[in-house]
């Protein structure tokens, strides 16, 4: 059974209801399943956002009954997941980083539940599949566009916390600006937060004063800064250019789209099949889980040889002709 279960399949299932009935065959049905989410931060912070837009679109399409609790701290969080998986939803999506160990046993406590967790280690049991965002492969294409819009050939980047999500990110980006200009350094800073745009904006200004004229913005508050000293950015999970006031400062950003990854889930779950995987695959560019967005207003200021480059290199990631090193260890800074 394929991810999607479309109007037009569960209208052919109900006109052949009757015959099929006849034979003790029973048909088919469109049903929704019982969803929960469980957010760390507050919604409105954009990895924990981009799994509820997928929730979200699943329910919109009748897929799913969806509820959700957001901050909820990691030493709460064992007892939210309990009481979800007590109430009888079928599916829980939420994030298990710092929580691991404990996050397996209540899944291995409700076998009859599905836990798809965002979680750096490897799948558990039957029920506890696991995902990261690996949207390092559009990282590595807004790297050669930086490489080739930086003046002074200096970069910054400013992110939350150096861990492996994170840092491949940085890594993929930094090889992506190499490739066309070897002669590019680095500025590497970590903030110790997911969600403080002020300490972001401070950081991307003491950059800047170090002599950045392009910044990528792992984190919200850096195009606050890339604004208001007039230089580019790029940024990073949603569409910073329109989500995050980037027009005329956001070149374009690193998308993360988890609704095939959730529609993979929930097909799973309604057939039955629903089993521990790692859904890497399912975050990246030929999936559907990675992209790169719209060049918008920079669509004309982008040197049309780095555009052509970023093409090509595009259509041989999908073609799985080109693999972007995927390098989970801290960056540092170059000068």
Known sequence: MTYEFTRRTVLALIGAGAGASLLGIRPAAAETIRVAGIYTQPIQQKWDARLHQALVAAQEAGEIEYSFSEKVANTDYIRVLREYAESGVKLVVGEAFGISREARQVADEYPEVAFLMGDPFQPHGSNFAVFDNYIHEPCYLMGILAGSMTTNNRIGMVGGYPIGEVNRLFHAF???????????????????????????KEAAFAQ?????????????????????????????????????????????SALWDMTAAVAHAVGRVKDGSFAAEDYKEWTMMQRGGASLAPYYE??????????????????????????????????????
């Open 298 to 335: 920079f669509d004309d200021r982008i040197p049309a040889d780095a555009k052509a480059r970023v093409v090509a290199v595009q259509a041989k990631i999908l073609a799985g002709d080109f693999t972007v090193t995927i390098n989970d260890e801290e960056p540092k800074s170059t000068y």
């Open 174 to 200: 930094i090889e992506g600006a190499r490739s066309v200009n070897p002669e590019v350094e680095f500025k590497v800073t970590f903030i110790g937060s997911w969600y403080d745009p002020p300490k972001a």
């Open 208 to 252: 800047i004063e170090a002599g950045v004229d392009v910044l990528y913005a792992e984190r919200a508050g850096v195009v606050d800064a890339a604004r208001d000293k007039g230089i580019i950015a790029f940024g990073n999970v949603n569409d910073m250019n329109k989500e995050e006031n980037g027009t005329d400062v956001v070149v374009t």
